[in-house]
């Protein structure tokens, strides 16, 4: 089932499906699949912020990244099965 | 070849270890500046081979992608590309990617190659990779890539042996030109041929996330690693200071027994002397500071923070980067208004540099030191806190909130539609490696010398100029600053600043304050020893001050000092920086606005209630 990076549970293994733009152009949809939100990643949320759990922590590849829920919105995913 | 000297330029993604591989080839044969035209640094070396040549190396700032989204990922293109006025093109390219990190690395090394410049793949941090049982199939590598690949180790003395051997050695032939469609499904395929890794994640940074990322422990941690920061910037650098004090005021008493009393002297020692140690005063406090923010940075622990402070930060109007500026402006704004750069968002980085002079700064500290000595009585609160100490606390967390207010108004006033992202990468926890943090702390330390010392030295002597000149003639009744242009201009001040509540010995004291905040209290003591009827002396200033000042006049001088933008450096760095007079222009005025009322309040409002 496609749902969004954003509300994927902790420490659960998930797969990048897609990243959306939000805008046209989207440059931070474009930075997102440079960093390697590309179809097929493994990916999972590692920590929520303090405050309001955001921004989140995500492991996409060998690399963390700290992405905003907005950003994260972006980015959608299917878990592992 | 020409005659000049071979270009190298290393490129890759940020935190891939580019620097300490920089580090590590050229030693302390580095010059860093400014790119022409940006604020984005320069840092050039040179490299001697083992053949004997000497080789110029760029160390170009790290880019996640040639499509670039930041001044610094700019530079990095249009060097690359033989775009950038005054940069030759690089005659050889070194890629360095991170060994533990390649899934990420391999795809900028991919853009990189279709360059078409000659290039060789340094795999860094092979050591680290090896730990984590990754196996690189280097020579397969090779083949698949085109491109020679080496094998380096930025913290091992030798680690970069291979990588000489290859820069020293016949070009390597152009790669070909060609880049794959799919960057990533190139990535994958490479990997799949050379590259094993048992684990995505290494153990240790798994652990320690666990706790340095949590909601609570994460936090707690933060602000115990804060805690002791400023503990031991404080109490460690306090005798150094002092010796350095002690030896300025003794090298001045020399300098005046020997020297002949007339002009050069006073010149000498009271306008250049006392102001380079003035300067010179703060470097302890400065140094321990950026120690500590280097060997956070090293480790990693710095993106970890700017994580658990984001949304804070996001709420007031700035970013989880500006915790970084931010925390180095409690030494000094300048150094902290320069870290701003790595914002690379540009509103972000102009709401942090705005509001950085509101910090408490260490040359605050004397001022507050002397009002509150003679103003706030010492007494026990509570069983266990000092009224001194908290009120000392009190004015740090008044420039903290005054900060995140201002933040948040201007983020009210440029409301604009526009995402700003955060997208921050948090890179593996390394221990920090002695010879990178020296040399980061030696070139944080020179550019700051360069920087502050020159405005200050100038304005020191301006304004001993202007405080000795003209002199008065002998049957003048008054003391002599009284006569001169800086006694005149303190008088008429007076009525500016006789709404909140400064005598006019306080504004003679606030002109020589511009060029440092500290200097104040000597000028106070001047004022008042040359003007006192019997023979005050400095050190008398303190029960002086409390006997003839109010209660209103002394709280209005320290509110003045949390808001007043009374260091001259400082703007000059936020010129500097923003390249915009127009900035250095609203940073002025709003700091005056914010200071004036501020003190107005408490001076009318201590004044009804005394």
Redesign the interface.
Known sequence: MEQRLRDLPLRIDAIVERVED?TVPD??A???R???F?S???VRL???????G??L?V?I????????R??AARVFVRMAA | MSALAMQVALVGNPNCGKTALFNRLTGSRQKVANYAGVTVERKAGVVRTPSGRSVQLLDLPGAYSLAATSPDEAITRDICLGQMAGEARPDLLVCVADATNLRLHLRFVLEVRALGLPMVLALNMCDAAAKRGIVIDRARLERELGVPVVETIAVRADGAAALLRQIDGPLPPLPAATAPADLHAEVRRLLALAVTVPRRTGEVDDALDRWALHPVFGLALLAVVMFLIFQAVFSWSAPLQDGIDAGVTALADYLKSVLPDNTLRSLLVDGMLVGTGSVVVFLPQILLLFLFILVLEESGYLPRAAFLLDRLMVGAGLTGRSFIPLLSSFACAVPGIMAARTIQDPRDRLATILVAPLMTCSARLPVYALLIGAFIPEQTIAGIFNLQGLVLFALYVAGIVSALLVAYAMKLIRSDSIEHALLLELPSYRVPHVTDVMIGLWERASVFLKRVGGIILTLTVLLWFLSTYPTAPADFAGPAIDYSYAGRIGKALEAVFAPIGFNWQICIALIPGLAAREVAVSSLATVYAVSATGDAAAGQLLPLIAAQWSLATALSLIVWYVFAPQCVSTLAVIRRETRSWKIVGIATFYLFALAYGASFLTFRIVSALT
């Open positions: 939000a440059p931070i474009d930075r997102l440079d960093l390697g590309v097929g990643e493994p590692v920590a929520r912020g303090p405050l309001g955001d921004p922590v492991q590849g060998y690399t963390r990244f700290a992405l905003r907005a950003e």
